[in-house]
């Protein structure tokens, strides 16, 4: 939270978000930073604005500070608190009136300050969890891909005649990619493996002897 948006509210709010924030797992700091509120979910980082009161006469600096903030912010949203229809009015006529581009930043008209704040903390939350799921998949895909290399390199290390699968799983820890098979000499294979000194010849005329290979053994 900013020590200056702090300073500017009542006590007994700063309570309540205090209090709320830690029922929901979050950490309150202060800290001297240009957005009110700046969540750190998960690596990512969400800032707001939290308009606790709309005044028309302080209007240009606010949309000022917003179009500045935007630009520093990927994630950036405006909570804005409008209890009556005359002040929703008054904000939606200041809106277009500045120019502001259509959702940059995110506004979130409220009626009180602890829907306002607890806005903030479910689009906060929102962004983490959404962060978190991409994380989750691409660590999915990473382990597919992982997954179907060792089903290749199962398949052309077994397909040699005389290889089996420990064989394989010996080769695979001790030699590495099936790359590093092809170029590994006989006698790099039998220092690091326990395969036989038959199955290491066979391994290198099978990858290096174009008449071996070719052959109907094969």
Same mark, same amino acid.
Request: glycine share 4%; charged share 25%.
């Given at each position: 939270? &900013?020590?200056?948006?702090?300073?500017?509210?009542?006590?007994?709010?700063?309570?309540?978000?205090?209090?709320?924030?830690?029922?929901?797992?979050?950490?309150?700091?202060?800290? #001297?930073? *240009?957005?009110?509120?700046?969540?750190?979910?998960?690596?990512?980082?969400? *800032?707001?604005?939290?308009?606790?009161?709309?005044?028309?006469?302080?209007?240009?600096?606010?949309?000022?500070?917003?179009?500045?903030?935007?630009?520093?912010?990927?994630?950036?949203?405006?909570?804005?608190?409008? #209890?009556?229809?005359?002040?929703? @009015?008054?904000? $939606?006529?200041?809106?277009?009136?500045?120019?502001? @581009?259509?959702?940059?930043?995110?506004?979130? #008209?409220?009626?009180?300050? !602890?829907?306002?704040?607890?806005?903030?903390?479910?689009?906060?939350?929102?962004?983490?969890?959404?962060?978190?799921?991409?994380?989750? *998949?691409?660590?999915? /895909? !990473?382990?597919?891909?992982?997954?179907?290399?060792?089903? /290749?390199? $199962?398949?052309?290390?077994?397909?040699?005649?005389?290889? @089996?699968?420990?064989?394989?799983?010996?080769?695979?820890? %001790?030699?590495?990619?099936?790359?590093?098979?092809?170029? %590994? =000499?006989?006698?790099?294979?039998?220092?690091?493996? @326990?395969? &036989? =000194?038959?199955?290491?010849?066979?391994?290198?005329?099978?990858?290096?002897?174009?008449?071996?290979?070719?052959?109907?053994?094969?």
């Amino acid at each position: 939270m &900013s020590t200056a948006w702090k300073d500017d509210q009542h006590p007994s709010f700063i309570s309540f978000i205090s209090t709320f924030l830690h029922a929901n797992s979050y950490r309150l700091n202060f800290v #001297p930073i *240009a957005p009110d509120f700046i969540f750190n979910c998960g690596g990512l980082s969400v *800032a707001f604005i939290f308009v606790t009161n709309w005044y028309t006469k302080d209007c240009a600096s606010f949309f000022s500070k917003t179009q500045r903030l935007k630009g520093q912010f990927a994630h950036f949203y405006v909570v804005v608190t409008l #209890p009556t229809k005359d002040q929703n @009015d008054d904000f $939606i006529r200041s809106y277009f009136k500045h120019g502001i @581009d259509l959702g940059r930043p995110t506004f979130i #008209p409220v009626q009180d300050l !602890e829907m306002g704040f607890e806005k903030i903390v479910k689009v906060a939350h929102a962004h983490g969890v959404c962060k978190r799921q991409d994380a989750i *998949a691409k660590l999915r /895909v !990473e382990r597919e891909k992982s997954v179907q290399s060792m089903d /290749v390199y $199962i398949k052309v290390i077994t397909s040699m005649p005389g290889i @089996d699968s420990h064989d394989t799983n010996a080769l695979n820890q %001790a030699v590495g990619s099936i790359e590093a098979v092809a170029k %590994a =000499s006989k006698e790099y294979i039998l220092e690091t493996t @326990d395969l &036989s =000194s038959e199955k290491a010849e066979t391994i290198k005329r099978l990858f290096r002897d174009r008449k071996y290979y070719l052959g109907p053994r094969i």
